[in-house]
């Protein structure tokens, strides 16, 4: 059975922190893994991870995909209040997308 | 501008009575999927469609249908909803294979009573 598992659930910090969200994964046919980030309405990308591009970084934002141990993580650096969201991670496969329950990060000024 | 819609945003409806929320891109995507999102179980595709004309099903298709016949618009029926439908429903597609980024519709909260 294809899924993914993101940890921790939910994350509570101060501003200026430094956050790694994991995800883990076990799929038959793997393709990309994506993050995205989901405030009160739909979810937005922030990287897209394959074979051939196995990190990305976005200003604060960083991402790294581990193949051998089939799991990614994302860094936020500097946390800012407005990095408040659920941080959701997806795989794709062949024709379909498996999504972690999300980590849900609270950032206190 | 680029975007997936979807109608109605909202619904509250009782148990049994046919519904369709309708899903459009303007992005020329040959994917598209239907999500529900459920607390404590995160996004699930209920269907998806690698082009017209091709539908198929996701982890979780029991009491939905699709259709696809036009590129643009992919619909999602609920024959005779159920309380356990009850739930945030997103829209979503892709240019082709699903190993790209998805892009999402602004979902549709239903309560079914």
């Known amino acids: 059975e294809d899924k993914v598992v993101q940890s921790p659930l939910s994350l509570v910090v101060h501003e200026g922190d430094t956050v790694t969200l994991n995800c883990s994964y076990e799929?038959?046919?793997?393709?990309?893994l994506l993050w995205y980030k989901q405030e009160k309405k739909a979810p937005t990308f922030l990287f897209m991870l394959t074979s051939s591009g196995i990190e990305k970084k976005s200003g604060r934002l960083s991402s790294i995909l581990d193949k051998k141990e089939l799991s990614s993580i994302l860094n936020i650096t500097a946390t800012q209040t407005g990095d408040s969201a659920i941080y959701l991670c997806?795989?794709?496969?062949?024709?379909?997308?498996?999504f972690g329950t999300g980590t849900s990060l609270t950032v206190i000024p | 501008e680029a975007q997936v819609t979807q109608n109605p945003r909202y619904l509250i409806t009782v148990t049994g009575k046919k519904l369709t929320v309708t899903c459009s891109q303007n992005m020329n995507h040959e994917y598209m999927s239907w999500y529900r999102q459920d607390p404590g179980l995160g996004l699930r595709q209920i269907y998806y469609?690698?082009?017209?004309?091709?539908?198929d099903k996701g982890d979780v298709p029991e009491g939905y249908k699709v259709s696809r016949k036009e590129k643009r618009n992919f619909p999602l029926i609920l024959e005779s909803p159920s309380p356990n439908q009850t739930s945030l429903y997103f829209c979503?597609?892709?240019?082709?294979?699903?190993?790209?980024?998805?892009?999402f519709g602004p979902g549709t909260r239903l309560l079914v009573l």
């Open positions: 799929v038959t046919n793997f393709r990309s």
């Open positions: 979503a597609s892709s240019p082709q294979r699903p190993q790209e980024t998805q892009y």
């Open positions: 469609s690698m082009n017209v004309e091709v539908t």
């Open positions: 997806a795989v794709g496969t062949g024709n379909q997308f498996y």
